[in-house]
């Protein structure tokens, strides 16, 4: 059983396994992912019913067949534009996307600036192999640059994208990195993202262990901000942070409070469009308009 | 109510200077007087400069197209004199400065009113519906309560351009004694009618329908309908967000309507074509949403102010695979109206993707129609509150008609999983060649339920006769004007184009020994449809795709030819 005891309270993250055998390769990044949600979700105290999962195309995608909670897996790329519909629609449901670097930072690129600086209130969370996995291992806008794919068998001829710079210069109100290496520090992360209000933003290095096996090389690199004394609240630092090549930062790179998107349309938020019985509409008063 | 029958009046001018609410407030100030209106604009995709003109025909009859020619013009430059003098048949009016030099156009005092009156020189044009108006002796009272009406959020503003109106209208006495026009009659406006443009009537009807979340992104012609909704959601408890591209507008309808909202985008063919794969998306996870495809002429950017109806073929294709999806063309406002409405019921009815398939003409085009009646939206098979059922909750729980019970999600003992890959009645993924069969089976087991909506609602018949005039969308405006006096012709319009009403269009089609189809596009797409599924091969096809919408003198004479052979 799958469990840990918080403050006295035994949290079963069972209730959100749909009890299907995960079919990604041995050693994938993407299972550390899923327990540390799944754990993440029980420790918050949700139920299925409440959660919504929105995933992408790709190996990361199949998420939604393993989480139990609401879900829809979607095209690709098109994670945030789908939560933030779900979530202006029912604000009392908790959506959670999951996207790949290919689909955030490739063909869903175009959305991510936009979320974050109208700071819905969704939690997005990037498994960043560094590589396409379902399509068989070509370059990402995040693959380093140099390195062989298959679809740059001289090296790879782009520089990455800094995608926590970017989620930074964005205005996302919640940055943040994990590695799916560090299941505890990872459940962690997710539990304070999902519990941000507003935007949040948490790329997660996620080794694949078929195309592009960094494990390694992460472990080596990586370090914990919260050991570095890290002030979460300096956007300043946070960037400074982002901008740094040779040890990888995990946790928390920024938080701060802003109104979330949600709170430009009281008028329509009770009840909210998606718990709303469609009912007769009096238009009498906009017929006088066009006489 | 002595006075004339008709009136048609034209006002032009560069782009800037306000030569729609020139035109609207002509349209309304005609509908006070008693006429049935029909107006429509021309303009060039800029702001400032461009000559662009609105066109009002008033009759003391229902008035569904524009001829060729015009009553009167008010000329706000010169380029206005000079490109419609020729359709005139009775004066041209200008302000003295724009007349000077040019024959046969009356030199109205319209700037010096602006001056004395104290107002500034963009009320010019009101000026000039004031002169006009008197030249017609016209009430300048119904005048001046239209300008209130149409600036009412800026009072004073309101106030000096009603005063310009008056100052003009009283410096026409003299001009009106001497040219003796045939006045107009001052009547009460058609009961129970009201003014509107097809965007106006689209999202209005979307609203009775229940729409709770609107997404678009601008594109002309269909950006009016954000505006409105925008302006309306606070009165109406709407969520209206302006994403940064169709793809994410699509997607968040999608999400909207996913988590129980009624949701709607609209847009142009542009737009469209980035929202193919969410439309395929839609049908996949069988998610109601609603688009209107307010279609101007294409290819590409195209003529991004002009009329075009090019892409039938497009949205009833549109996106990979196979899957039934509801296409509804209106022809007039009030078919709009009715298609905005039905657009939401069907979409949450049968869980597929519904496309208003609009164009620009209808769009911004303004009819006098019937004003809407109240309705009743209906939920669907829609599950909220709590699932109570014996199995576990399947979303895409195969059923006899094909419509599984949607539940919201939050919805408790229920969880929702949609999917765009394919996938098994409990929303999992998969290939199995069985599961894949049936689940296609199911969807498609919706269509026949569509196909009875379709031959329900999805044709209607004007007049009758020996040869058919078949035609679709706006056109039928002009082809309804062109045939008002003719003996022995029926016009049918098909309202639903997918899916297809071949029964109920057959049966209108009986008895004609000749079928015509006319539309604006070149290669017949309407016409492609009736060799498609009624295997029948018109006798004539009348095409134009040059971004006008028909004239009925030009569909008229077409159609004689027809009649002599
Ligand atoms: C519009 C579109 N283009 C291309 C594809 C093919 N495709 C499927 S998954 C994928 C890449 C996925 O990469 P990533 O998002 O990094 O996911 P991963 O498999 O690495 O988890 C691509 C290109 C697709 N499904 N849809
Ligand atoms: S290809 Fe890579 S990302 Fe995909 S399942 Fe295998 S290891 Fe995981
Ligand atoms: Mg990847």
Redesign the interface.
């Known amino acids: 059983m799958d469990h840990g005891i918080y403050g006295g309270v035994i949290v079963v993250a069972e209730k959100f396994d749909t009890g299907r055998r995960p079919v990604w390769c041995p050693g994938c990044g993407n299972f550390g992912i899923l327990v540390a949600l799944r754990r993440a979700l029980a420790r918050l105290g949700l139920e299925p019913e409440e959660v919504v999962l929105v995933t992408g195309i790709g190996c990361h995608g199949r998420m939604s067949g393993y989480v139990r909670a609401n879900t829809f897996h979607t095209i690709h790329g098109r994670v945030l534009p789908l939560a933030t519909g779900i979530k202006l629609a029912n604000p009392s449901l908790t959506v959670i996307g999951h996207s790949g670097d290919g689909d955030a930072y490739a063909i869903g690129l175009g959305h991510l600036p936009h979320a974050a600086r109208r700071n819905i209130d969704v939690t997005l969370i990037v498994h960043d192999n560094m590589v396409f996995g379902l399509t068989t291992g070509q370059a990402t806008p995040t693959t380093p640059k140099g390195r062989i794919t298959r679809s740059t068998p001289y090296g790879n001829p782009e520089e990455p994208l800094n995608p926590l710079f970017l989620a930074l210069a964005s205005g996302a109100t919640f940055v943040a990195r994990g590695f799916s290496g560090d299941i505890a520090h990872l459940e962690e992360l997710i539990v304070r993202a999902i519990r941000h209000e507003g935007f949040s933003f948490l790329d997660v290095i996620q080794p694949c262990a078929t195309f592009f096996n960094i494990y390694r090389e992460v472990r080596r690199r990586v370090y914990k901000l919260e050991d570095e004394g890290h002030d979460t609240r300096s956007l300043e630092a946070a960037i400074r942070k982002s901008l740094e090549t040779e040890r990888i930062p995990i946790g928390v790179f920024f938080e701060t409070k802003k109104p979330p998107f949600r709170e430009n349309f009281p008028h329509a938020m009770s009840p909210p469009p998606g718990q709303r019985v469609p009912r007769s509409v009096d238009l009498s008063h906009v017929w006088s308009r066009y006489r | 109510m002595s006075g004339r029958e008709e009136f048609t009046f034209l006002v032009g001018g560069p782009a800037g200077a306000g030569v729609f609410r020139s035109g609207l407030v002509a349209a309304?100030t005609l509908?006070?007087h008693g006429y049935y209106v029909h107006g429509d604009n021309e303009y060039p995709s800029i702001i400032r400069g461009g000559h662009q003109w609105m066109m009002v025909k008033a009759a003391k009859r229902e008035v569904y197209a524009h001829g060729e020619e015009v009553d009167a013009v008010l000329a706000l430059d010169k380029e206005t004199v000079a490109r419609h003098r020729g359709r005139v048949r009775e004066v041209i009016v200008a302000d003295e400065s724009v007349a000077r030099g040019l024959e046969g156009v009356v030199a109205a005092p319209l700037m010096r009113s602006v001056r004395e009156v104290g107002a500034p020189s963009v009320a010019v044009n009101m000026a000039g519906l004031g002169f006009v108006l008197g030249l017609y002796r016209g009430d300048v009272g119904r005048l001046e309560a239209v300008i209130r009406?149409v600036f009412s959020k800026k009072r004073e503003v309101a106030e000096v351009n009603a005063r310009v109106a008056r100052r003009a209208y009283e410096y026409a006495a003299e001009a009106a004694g001497e040219l003796a026009l045939e006045p107009l009659s001052i009547g009460e406006?058609p009961r129970g009618k009201?003014?509107?443009d097809g965007n106006?009537a689209v999202a209005?009807g979307a609203?009775?329908?229940?729409l709770?979340?609107y997404?678009a992104y601008p594109m002309t012609p269909a950006s009016p309908i954000l505006h409105l909704l925008a302006e309306?959601?606070?009165?109406?408890?709407?969520?209206v967000?302006q994403?940064?591209?169709e793809?994410?507008?699509i997607?968040?309808?999608?999400?909207?309507?996913?988590?129980?909202?009624?949701?709607m985008t609209a847009t142009s063919g542009g737009g469209f074509s980035l929202m193919t794969?969410?439309l395929g998306?839609a049908a996949m996870?069988e998610t109601p949403v609603v688009i209107v495809e307010a279609m101007r002429a294409g290819p590409s950017t195209g003529l991004p102010t002009y009329t075009s109806q090019a892409d039938l073929r497009f949205v009833i294709h549109a996106s990979q695979g196979e899957f039934p999806r509801f296409v509804l063309a209106p022809g007039d406002p009030y078919e709009a109206y009715m298609a905005g409405f039905d657009a939401?019921n069907l979409a949450?009815k049968y869980q597929v993707p519904v496309i208003v398939l609009t164009d620009k003409y209808l769009a911004e085009g303004y009819w006098t129609v019937d004003?809407?009646p109240?309705?009743?939206?209906?939920?669907g098979k829609v599950i909220?509150g709590e699932y109570r059922g014996e199995e576990p909750y399947k979303r895409y729980k195969i059923t006899p008609d094909g419509v599984s019970p949607m539940a919201?999600?939050?919805?408790?003992?229920?969880?929702?999983?949609?999917?765009?890959?394919e996938h098994g009645e409990d929303?999992?993924?998969s290939t199995d060649p069985e599961v894949v069969t049936a689940m296609q089976d199911k969807r498609f087991r919706k269509l026949s339920g569509m196909i009875e909506e379709a031959n329900g609602k999805g044709v209607k018949t004007y007049g009758g006769g020996p040869l058919a005039v078949v035609t679709w969308g706006s056109t039928k405006n002009a082809v309804l004007e062109a045939t008002r006096d003719m003996y022995g012709v029926r016009v049918v319009q098909v309202l639903y184009l997918s899916p297809f009403p071949s029964e109920r269009l057959s049966r209108e089609l009986e008895g004609a020994d000749r079928v015509l189809v006319v539309e604006a596009n070149k290669t017949g797409q309407l016409a492609s449809l009736l060799r498609e599924h009624l295997l029948l091969e018109p006798d004539g096809f009348l095409g134009k795709y040059d971004g006008r919408p028909f004239t009925p003198e030009e569909v008229e004479e077409w159609i004689t030819g027809f009649m002599e052979g």
């Open positions: 309304k509908f006070r009406d406006p009201i003014v509107i106006s209005l609203l009775a329908g229940g709770s979340f997404a309306l959601q606070k009165e109406y408890g709407l969520v967000v994403p940064e591209s793809i994410a507008a997607n968040m309808v999608t999400g909207a309507a996913y988590a129980g909202a009624r949701a794969e969410a998306q996870t939401l949450w004003e809407p109240r309705l009743e939206p209906s939920e909220r919201i999600p939050g919805t408790k003992g229920a969880l929702v999983t949609a999917n765009s890959s929303g999992y993924g």
